[in-house]
C-alpha cells in the first residue's frame, strides 16, 4: 500500500517538477521515483511511505502535536463547521478560474492535515499543493487525500521556483509574505483568513475565566498584509452554530487555545460549550 502511494503521489507530482526548486542550492528539482526527488546538484529529498516529500533542511520540533490534527480533521469531515468559509473560497477561487485556459495551481501555506485544501479543490481541475513544516499534520494529510500534492518545508525557504502559484491561500495561519510574492505569478493572488474578536469567543470565555486572552490586532495584520499586497476586498463572515456531541471533543482539542486551559477548564468547556461562533475576514489581494 505504501509503495502504491508514493508511486501514485510520483506521478502526480512528475508534470509539475519544474515548478519545484531545491531548498539547498536552489536548482531546479529534475528527476523523481516513488523514493525521493532529486536536484541538478542531486540534492535528494525523500518521497515518504505516505506519499509526501519532506524538504526540511533543518530539525523542527514543534507544538502541534497529531492530537490537534486528529481533532482538526474529525471536525472537518464530520461537520459544516467551515462550509460557509470553503463555498466563499470556491465560488471565488470557481469565478478566477473562468478566465484562465490552465487548471489553476493553488498552494495552501500552512496547510496542516489538509482538510481544507481538499474540500476547497476537489471536484475541480485546480492542482492543489499543500505545504505545512510540521511533519504530523503533513503525513496525515497525504494518507488521508492522495488528490493534492503535500510537502513538509519551512515557509520562509519554500522549495518552490519563482512565479509558478496562481492562488495562496493561508488560513488562520502564519504568513511569510516575502516568499508568498516570490512564488506568485505575477497575476496571482492571495486569500488569507483571519479571525475577528468572536471567533471561537464561547470556548475562549470557558478556558480563560479569570485571565484574558486576545487575538491578534486587525489592523496590525491588515498593516502587514498590504505593505506587500493589493487589498482587493475584505469579506466578513460571523454566524454561529450549535454544538453536537460530535463536535465537543474535537472542536476544544483543534486549536491551541487547549494548550493554555486548565484541565478543570478543560473539562467545564466540554460539558458547557452549547454553541460555537465563527467570526471570520477574508483577505483577498492581489500581487504588488
Known sequence: MSIQRRERSAALIY??????KCPICHQTMTTISRDNIQCSSRHTFDLARQGYINFMTRLFKGSYDKRLFTAKRDIL?????YTPLIDIIRDWIEDYSSSNSQPLHILDAGAGEGSLLQQITQNTPAVGWGIDIAKEG???ASSTYDQQIWLVGDLAYSPFAEGQLDV???ILSPSNYEEFGRVMKKDGWIIKVIPGDRYLMEMRELLFRDRSHRLDGRARVLYRFAQHHHLVECIPLTYTLPVTEIMKNSLIHMTPLSWQGTESA????QESLSQITIDLEILVGKRR
Open 138 to 140: 503533513v503525513a496525515m
Open 266 to 269: 478543560i473539562a467545564s468547556a
Open 15 to 20: 508534470p509539475y517538477i519544474h515548478m519545484l
Open 168 to 170: 495562496i491561500l493561508n
Open 77 to 81: 469531515s464530520q461537520t459544516a463547521i
